[in-house]
């Protein structure tokens, strides 16, 4: 809730993956509750916190919070009617940075940095700008959904830091406005996580030149480990304008297709490790700085991760009355259920650093938003229900899982009685900071065919 001294006094934020999508007052979120009340019925639609006949007291002002955050959180997400329209939320995003609704030109940069402009309105959401950016682009339908558009920060030496991918239901063009500041940017990137998909996108010509187009940028940047004999044969290839054989060869290389993450900070192998963090080819590759300043890597892989879940946390100010609430410090936790051995389970958690007041929360977040969006679709099954990747992802090695010397760690239970104990969708657990409901939790259904030839 924001406190005193704000431009919306008793206006409550809510923060989607952890940033803040918009700032409602009470009457506002009543209104919403009626109107989705009157399209889905009375029974669909969880119960709203009532109003009160007197000016509340602290108290009671927090525990309004609560309540509405128990409407907002679980009681709508646990609903598939209410948890797949977002979109109600949206005028309200707009009427919090006071946009109106006007055609306007929107920047989209490219891997290579080329600027391609198109003209949108102020309201048009993330797909429908997708769907502009992709007919300039002459990128056929049908190719649309293996890209996505992603918000990142350009630094003084012009690299990028990637921040997190625009949601469904976003308005690119106020999510970047309101940021006030020219270093944010709004990036085309392949959406997808599994590199076997390159060979669909590499069948078009629009495909293939973004597919080669990040792929060399992605080299540059470091991100791609190459060897000096590899990086002779790649500038043979792209001197010879030979693109798919060059993406050939690059899938081969270590970290292909990853994208890397601002650093964080994490509870394994020992607690409060700073960590660099990749994702891609199905797995979650950690590079973790140990207190004794020694480096060490591992990779997780999706296929032995059974659940996962997402937390934000936004305190609110307890100072006093007339203060700012600007010192409310905000944390971003991904945390995830992993298959350390047959029959142990152990959470890996991931937090973003402590920094900077809930109003600077894009750049405070860093990665986790962008890191959590990765989640599902490293999931996605292909046409045959299996996760597969390409023959040449398959020669590229991980290096062995870090070892876990931290005995404060809570106990690893046996495999059987996890799972006979509780069920993917609905999960409780209570080892972590904050206690959440079942519904709080992420399933994999890769993890459910695991056998002993993946262990």
């Known amino acids: 809730r924001e406190g005193a001294g704000n431009p919306m006094l008793g206006a409550y934020n809510i923060h989607v993956n952890g940033v803040l999508h918009c700032r409602v007052r009470y009457s506002q979120l009543l209104g919403l509750h009626e109107q989705l009340r009157k399209e889905y019925g009375a029974n669909v639609v969880p119960a709203f916190p009532p109003k009160k006949i007197f000016t509340l007291t602290p108290a009671e002002v927090e525990q309004r919070r609560e309540q509405l955050e128990k409407y907002m959180q679980p009681a709508l997400r646990a609903n598939p009617t209410l948890g797949s329209n977002p979109p109600h939320l949206i005028p309200m ?13 929107l920047e989209v940069l490219l891997s290579n940095g080329q600027k391609v402009t198109v003209t949108i309105l102020t309201s048009d959401q993330t797909e429908d700008v997708l769907e502009a950016v992709a007919s300039k682009l002459d ?26 991918k625009l949601q469904e239901f976003e308005l690119p063009y106020v999510s970047v406005t309101s940021l006030r500041s020219p270093e944010y940017k709004i990036i085309l990137r392949k959406s997808y996580w599994d590199s ?14 973004l597919l080669y187009a990040q792929t060399v940028s992605d080299i540059e940047r470091g991100w791609i480990l190459v060897s000096k004999e590899q990086h002779r044969q790649l500038k043979s290839l792209q001197e010879k304008v030979s693109k798919k054989e060059f993406i050939r060869l690059a899938q081969t290389l270590k970290y292909y297709g990853y994208l890397k993450f601002e650093p964080c900070v994490t509870d394994f192998p020992e607690k409060g490790c700073q960590v660099i963090v990749s994702a891609g080819n199905s797995e979650l590759n950690f590079q973790v700085r140990l207190p004794s300043e020694q480096i060490k890597e591992g990779s997780f892989k999706v296929t032995r991760m059974r659940c996962w879940r997402v937390t934000s946390s936004v305190p609110t100010s307890t100072g006093p009355p007339g203060s700012s609430p600007g010192k409310a410090e905000v944390k971003l936790e991904l945390a995830f259920e992993y298959l350390m051995s047959k029959d142990r389970l152990q959470w890996v958690t991931i937090t973003s650093p402590q920094v900077g007041p809930a109003a600077s929360l894009p750049r405070a977040a860093g990665a986790l ?3 959590s969006s990765a989640f599902p679709q490293m999931f996605r099954r292909r046409a045959n229900g299996a ?57 994999n259904y890769a993890f459910e065919g695991i056998g002993d030839e993946d262990l």
């Open 369 to 371: 938003p962008l890191l």
């Open 139 to 164: 990128l056929p339908e049908d190719l649309v959904g293996y890209f996505s558009l992603f918000l990142a920060r350009e630094a003084t030496d012009g690299a990028f830091s990637f921040m997190r």
């Open 93 to 105: 995003s707009q009427e919090t940075q006071q946009i109106p609704t006007e055609e306007v030109p």
């Open 196 to 209: 076997s998909y390159d060979d669909d996108v590499m069948e078009q010509r629009v495909g293939l030149n």
């Open 387 to 443: 996760l597969r990747r390409s023959d040449s992802q398959q020669a590229v090695k991980s290096p062995p899982l870090l070892d876990s010397p931290d005995g404060s760690r809570e106990p690893m239970l046996k495999l059987s009685s996890k799972l006979t104990s509780v069920s993917l969708r609905g999960i409780s657990h209570s080892g972590s900071a904050s206690d959440l409901g079942a519904n709080d939790f992420h399933g």
